[in-house]
């Protein structure tokens, strides 16, 4: 993952650009692309952790009110915004335990192959034009890439375990992401025929017309389903209700994480709500016009190379993202959870023809229309 | 799910799908939006009601020392002596073991006086377990000092009245026996 | 003649040389590769696993997420009910029975003291018996709403378990105000009830039962019509008529599978004699709807339906109830004459029996608990096999399997 | 709905197998005082040895119709008695009535044949109840204990049953 950054960092970005700016004259270049490397990595981990850290926050308000109660309500004040900090320092301090039959190295990797992946993953996300840390002409599937990669880490983490029920959980979650790739990936189809490329800078900056509204969703009569499908397709990619099907607490304990304690197993937590951002982010990017909103229209042409632009359309973008992550709380809460093999079938039986169709539809729509 | 279905079952399934998980998530949408029903507990308290079965309390001074509440236990938790005074009791323990105690209020109900109740405190924490058997006597029991002090000299009347039987004892034994000779008092 | 599951037979003993280098297993077998192929894997769900819903044991053995075999191991909660109520006087054994199944303790402190009183043959005061039904009904409500509510979370939805819970707070609150405790109540006694209700708690039922009409429609438009709840529950665990008879189900569980049976009507007591005849309410029957008779769906369906059907009750019970005493004529200390009784209640598990047998002491000579979800819990080790894991955890989760009750 | 002696009566006209004689509550005698009579409800007495006959045959006849194994269990009325009473409660649902059945059983020789098939329901009740008392179900297909451990010594319910002292370890006291 360092590599790919490393490899990103290369390719020309804000980081490069600003080390550029301010290191001494004879600075040799893979010293600036050490620094903007590194750079880029410490943002990043703190990026996903501010995410995952307020994405549980939220999730524990979102399923406390939905459940007429309060949730945290002491940690730091104000509604208790502190209190996944505070787990999170109590998680640091517990006990690392590994159990006796387990696979030790193996056990100990699974977590950090996990969260690892999807650092990768978010290295092709641009915030804002020019705000990312890498312009991968292939972004999409990259993306694609790095979280199934998680898959792996969980199978690993399963099979380490030594306990059934883990081995239960790792299974699942295997068949699961083979089925959903497919509805996943194919669904996408219809919003990259429209953009014509991979790359998420691109597909964002040609939703910029229309007063900032110029969103794939509303090119052709097929996005909307296309949406839909990559929506349930990344509930169950990032293991959420009603495809929580890996930990499914009340059949599983907690499935491939019920040995994992402390650190380690909020390792887990966070790929969940950072795979959960990411998931969102794509279909903000890809259906709901990525960073561009009327507020981000209101800039003159000429400011737009500004940092208060840039900032706007990071803000514009992660706020969309939430929107999603909020809806797969708002989901999680309602609906009970599915049968594996209805998952399977949900994914074979009706994603992916459903998929195919709108691309077919969207393909027939763009060529007579467009 | 291998059966197969029909292509109206198949749409059928899409669509209540879609449709339930809608309305599903229109209620709880409409609670996210409305005020918990929950309380903040250790700030702010639901009112107890007054029949609430808790820490017992004991009107001493109408006692008399009738046992009836100790028998009405089904665990036999409760415990009570007294030393009559004609018409005064000195009171020398009435203990509640609340390590056994269910609450099931059945100790309330025979008390011919009326004297025993449940009050409304519940909460009952303690580092260490003989705590738990709880004094009810507040007043006019007898002093730490004035138990211990009986309890000694409960031990020494008991001392007391073993050596008489001992020696009561012996005595007989040697009555049994030979006669004692004068030589040889008995001591 | 239904099979019991036995454990596999153990695939025949080769012998195979164990390398030197082989590493020894924690549980002190050597480790070494047998051949390379599949075999079922024996998993214990519980006693701690939360789909047991308490202390229970189930042994099931599975091919991959087929579920081949599972066995029922109980008693990890025996507390020697029946034992105690030989050594304990006749009314003080009434904490007891509160414990057994502790989410209905008034029908079980009913179900004993109509034991008693029938082998006594006591007069009940009229009010006595409209509180009692009073009381019976709204925690028939309340041990459904667990029923229904952690049913839920069985099938993964958490959110109705709370819903659920909300109303079953009112519940225990209306109880605390009329007996002092939430669980355990002991309100109900030999002879009628410990107190008379406080001013203003029948009021209080009355909006109880106009508030929770409101709240259960939504019960139902998010969990039971849901159409990925109908996928889980529907032809899942179909208990067939004969085999309900055979296994001597009853309650809900019995009433699901289509039968038409009700103690509180057909084999009335107390006050529901009055009530069945006036037409009050109905018993809400499985009829395969969803899928097939007898299914999971059927039997939560009758539970939902059946709160509804008490809450009629009870608004039957409040506009005839009227002043008077709540106790008959009951000496201080119990003496009941010799002679044995068995009388079976309605639980909202089925069938709660009493046998007592007295001798003419104060002390019972036998004091025996039938208890539903012990005999409901025997069908399980017939469902189970050939269902997924998780159909598993929906089928223990239907069965509204109280471990007190079961293990006593 | 038929009353307990209609059903005896029914009961006598099929010959149902092992069926002894009827118990009904009486009053005492005013004249003795020893004699208190017997309150509660009426039952029949039968056979042990056949009792799965008898259940098979009320089960099976229409007018008694008798499909619910409701319970089974023993007593044991005092230590100097010779015998347990093996009691059943049958119930009907399709005529709503019910039936209440004694078996005397000598506690010298504790066996009774199984009646798993007549009702599967007396499955679980026979294994609890011969843990609790050391009745021998002949028959039943899964003899293990069910509320107690596998290695529990005595049998509990019975009158005579003394506490152990420890468990494992663990003292009882």
């Known amino acids: 993952m360092n590599l790919m950054a490393l490899e990103a960092a290369t390719t020309g970005n804000a980081f490069t650009e600003l080390l550029g700016g301010i290191a001494p004259e004879g600075t040799p270049t893979w010293a600036l692309w050490l620094g903007a490397a590194g750079a880029g990595v410490g943002i990043l981990v703190a990026f996903v952790s501010l995410v995952a850290m307020f994405s549980v926050w939220l999730e524990r308000k979102v399923s406390a009110h939905i459940q007429c109660r309060y949730g945290p309500m002491y940690a730091g004040g104000w509604h208790g915004w502190a209190q996944t900090l505070a787990d999170g320092v109590k998680l640091l301090l517990k006990e690392d335990m590994i159990p006796l039959g387990a696979d030790k190295p193996l056990f100990m990797l699974a977590p950090a192959l996990v969260l690892g992946a999807i650092f990768g993953a978010l290295v092709a996300l641009p915030l804002a034009p020019g705000f990312f840390f890498a312009d991968v002409n292939m972004g999409l599937f990259l993306i694609l890439a790095f979280s199934s990669l998680t898959t792996i880490g969980v199978v690993m983490a399963g099979w380490a375990s030594n306990s059934k029920w883990s081995l239960y959980g790792a299974m699942r979650e295997a068949a699961q992401v083979v089925a959903y790739e497919v509805p996943l990936g194919v669904s996408l189809f219809v919003p990259l025929m429209v953009a014509g490329t991979f790359s998420l800078t691109e597909a964002s900056a040609a939703q910029s017309g229309w007063f900032g509204m110029h969103w794939f969703i509303f090119q052709n009569p097929f996005m909307l389903p296309a949406f839909i499908i990559f929506f349930i397709a990344a509930l169950a990619e990032t293991k959420r209700a009603p495809f929580d099907l890996p930990e499914a607490e009340s059949e599983l304990v907690a499935g491939f994480m019920t040995e994992y304690s402390g650190i380690r197993w909020s390792f887990f937590f966070m790929e969940e709500y950072a795979a959960m951002f990411l998931m969102s982010a794509v279909g903000a990017v890809f259906f709901f016009g990525g960073y561009h909103s009327p507020l981000t229209a209101l800039f003159p042409e000429e400011a737009t190379t500004g940092l208060l632009y840039q900032l706007v359309c990071a803000g514009t973008l992660i706020f969309k993202s939430f929107v999603g992550v909020f809806v797969m709380m708002w989901l999680r809460w309602t609906l009970p959870r599915l049968r594996i093999d209805q998952v399977m079938s949900m994914g074979y039986k009706y994603l992916t023809p459903l998929a195919l169709v709108c691309v077919l539809g969207a393909a027939i729509w763009e060529t007579i229309f467009a | 799910m291998s059966s197969t279905i029909t292509t109206r079952e198949y749409f059928q399934n899409v669509w209540d799908s879609l449709a339930t998980t809608f309305a599903g998530m229109k209620i709880t949408g409409k609670y996210l939006m409305q005020k918990p029903i929950t309380v903040q507990y250790p700030d702010e308290r639901l009112p107890i009601p007054e029949r609430y079965r808790g820490i017992h309390y004991l009107e001493q001074e109408k006692c008399i020392n009738c046992l009836a509440c100790a028998r009405a236990c089904p665990i036999d938790c409760i415990e009570m002596d007294a030393i009559r005074h004609g018409k005064e009791l000195e009171w020398v323990l009435f203990t509640l073991d609340y390590q056994k105690c269910m609450f099931c209020e059945l100790c309330v109900y025979p008390c011919p006086k009326d004297c025993i109740h449940m009050g409304t405190e519940f909460a009952f924490v303690s580092y260490d377990r003989s705590e738990f058997n709880h004094d009810l006597l507040s007043y006019k029991g007898m002093s730490r000092e004035a138990r211990i002090r009986k309890r000694e000299a409960d031990i020494k009347k008991a001392e007391k009245e073993a050596a008489k039987a001992a020696a009561a004892a012996e005595k007989a034994a040697a009555e049994a026996s030979e006669p004692e000779s004068p030589e040889e008092p008995a001591s | ?408 | 709905m038929k009353d307990f002696d209609e059903i005896y009566q029914r009961l006598e006209a099929i010959k149902a197998p092992g069926l002894l004689s009827a118990d009904r509550p009486r009053e005492g005698d005013p004249e003795d005082k020893t004699d208190k009579g017997r309150a509660g409800e009426a039952f029949v007495l039968i056979e042990p040895a056949a009792a799965k006959e008898f259940l098979i045959a009320v089960r099976d006849d229409a007018e008694l119709a008798f499909d619910i194994l409701a319970d089974l269990t023993a007593t044991d009325p005092d230590t100097e008695d010779e015998n347990f009473w093996l009691n059943l409660h049958l119930l009907s649902l399709g005529h709503g009535h019910r039936l209440a059945i004694k078996a005397m059983v000598p506690k010298a020789d504790p066996v009774v044949p199984s009646m798993v098939d007549a009702h599967m329901a007396a499955h679980f009740h026979e294994r609890e109840c011969a843990e609790m008392f050391g009745i021998t179900f002949e028959g039943n297909p899964d003899p293990r204990n069910i509320l107690l451990p596998d290695d529990w010594e005595g049998h509990p319910l019975r009158k005579d049953y003394e506490f152990p002292k420890e468990y494992h370890g663990i003292s009882c006291e």
């Open chain 3, 1 to 408: 003649m239904t099979e019991i599951n036995t454990p596999p037979e153990p695939p025949e003993a080769k012998t195979i040389e164990i390398p030197e280098k082989a590493r020894t297993l924690p549980s002190g077998e050597r480790e070494f590769m047998l051949d390379v192929s599949t075999s079922d894997l024996e998993v214990n769900m519980g006693p701690q696993h939360p789909a047991t819903h308490g202390v229970m044991r189930i042994l099931i053995r599975t091919d991959g997420e087929v579920v081949t075999g599972g066995q029922v191991h109980l008693g990890y909660l025996h507390r020697c009910a029946e034992k105690i109520g030989e050594n304990v006087e006749w009314l003080q054994y009434l904490p007891y029975t509160d414990r057994y199944d502790y989410l209905s303790a008034m029908n079980n402190n009913l179900g004993y003291s109509l034991a008693v009183e029938a082998v006594m043959g006591v007069e009940i005061p009229r009010r006595a018996t409209l509180l009692r039904t009073i009381c019976a009904e709204l925690n028939r409500i309340g041990s459904h709403l667990i029923a229904f509510g952690t049913y839920g979370l069985d099938i993964g939805a958490f959110t109705p378990f709370f819903y659920c819970f909300r109303e079953r707070e009112w519940m225990m609150a209306l109880f605390e105000k009329i007996c002092g405790a939430r669980l355990t109540y002991s309100y109900i006694r030999i002879g009628g009830v410990f107190n008379d209700a406080p001013v203003g708690w029948l009021k209080e039922v009355e909006r109880f039962c106009d508030v929770f009409e409101e709240k259960w429609q939504e019960y139902y438009d998010l969990l039971v019509v849901n159409h990925i709840f109908v996928q889980r529950t529907a032809k899942i665990g179909v208990i067939t008529p004969e085999m309900a008879v055979d296994y001597g189900l009853t309650g809900p569980m019995l009433r699901g599978s289509g039968i038409d049976f009700d103690l509180r009507r057909d084999m009335p007591y107390m006050a529901y004699d009055e009530i069945s005849k006036a037409g009050v309410y109905d018993v809400p029957l499985g009829r395969g709807e969803k899928g097939e008779l007898g299914d999971c769906w059927d039997r939560v369906y009758v539970r939902v339906q059946e709160m509804m059907e008490s809450i009629k009750i009870i608004r039957w019970c409040l506009g005839c109830i009227e002043d008077g005493p709540v106790i008959g004529d009951i000496p201080k200390v119990l003496k009941v004459p010799p002679g044995e009784a068995y009388v079976g209640i309605e639980n909202p598990r089925g069938e709660l029996g009493h046998y007592v047998a007295s001798d003419g002491g104060k002390v019972a000579k036998r004091c025996r608990v039938r208890g539903p979800s012990f005999c409901n819990v025997a069908v399980l080790e017939k469902l189970l096999p050939g269902t997924f894991l998780a159909d598993s955890v929906a089928i223990i989760g239907s069965t509204d399997v109280v471990i007190g009750e079961t293990d006593r």
